[in-house]
């Protein structure tokens, strides 16, 4: 006798996506996650990360691992730092961005230039700066690819930052992507005018 199949509660999915790659969720076509569906999703699931991707899908996203969460939260604090003198509107993960009718993605810290903050009007639109940290349930592969996807909607500036290797890779407009290992330092560039992340303060503290 074949036993039936038991309903997993969203409990037990929650605890098999700890530390495990982003869980994809295929919809019926005419189950369109609008913008107004997607918050309705994120205000009944307040503990839960949620992003959708351009082809419908709606993705559960892993809780990242201790080493990761410390990075990103001192990213966001050195970002933050200079942009209060700076403008513009920083972002963490909770915070995302609709990049098109579909697609509304969360990277861990991102920053939008204040005249773009003041003058978009629009709902779908991509920072200026992303910041993506990796964790151990996603593959440099699997990343590389989101910053790319990022830097197609017109983000100028991107860092993929790997802690546990502890390396940085540089995304920039023109399509050019620079590996650089155990950086000192974190420059803006042209995108983020006086911006200097001192990155000792992010590998001593992991």
């Known amino acids: 006798m074949v036993a039936e199949p038991q309903p997993v509660s969203i409990t037990a999915l929650l605890d098999q996506l700890q530390y495990r ?10 189950w369109i996650i609008t913008h107004e569906r997607f918050e309705e999703i994120g205000r009944l699931n307040p503990d839960v990360l949620f992003e959708t991707t351009a082809d419908g899908r709606l993705i559960i996203m892993p809780f990242p691992d201790a080493l990761s969460e410390r990075t990103s939260s001192r990213l966001h604090t050195l970002v933050g730092v200079w942009a209060l003198t700076a403008g513009g509107d920083v972002r963490g993960e909770a915070g995302g961005y609709y990049l098109s009718e579909l697609e509304r993605r969360a990277p861990d810290v991102s920053w939008v230039a204040p005249e773009r903050v003041q003058a978009r009007g629009q709902l779908e639109f991509a920072p200026d700066l992303v910041v993506e940290v990796r964790s151990p349930s996603q593959t440099i592969e699997s990343q590389t690819d989101k910053m790319r996807m990022w830097m197609s909607y017109g983000v100028q500036l991107g860092w993929l930052v790997d802690p546990y290797e502890e390396t940085v ?36 503290q992991l």
Do not use: H, K, Y
């Not at 790659?21 to 005419?30: G, Q, S």
């Not at 590996?179 to 983020?192: A, F, I, M, N, Y």
């Open 21 to 30: 790659d982003p869980l994809p969720l295929r919809l019926p076509p005419d």
């Open 169 to 204: 890779r540089i995304f920039r407009a023109d399509g050019s992507v620079e590996l650089v290992e155990r950086p000192l330092e974190l420059s803006g560039e042209d995108v983020c005018a006086g911006l200097t992340v001192d990155m000792n303060q992010v590998w001593q």
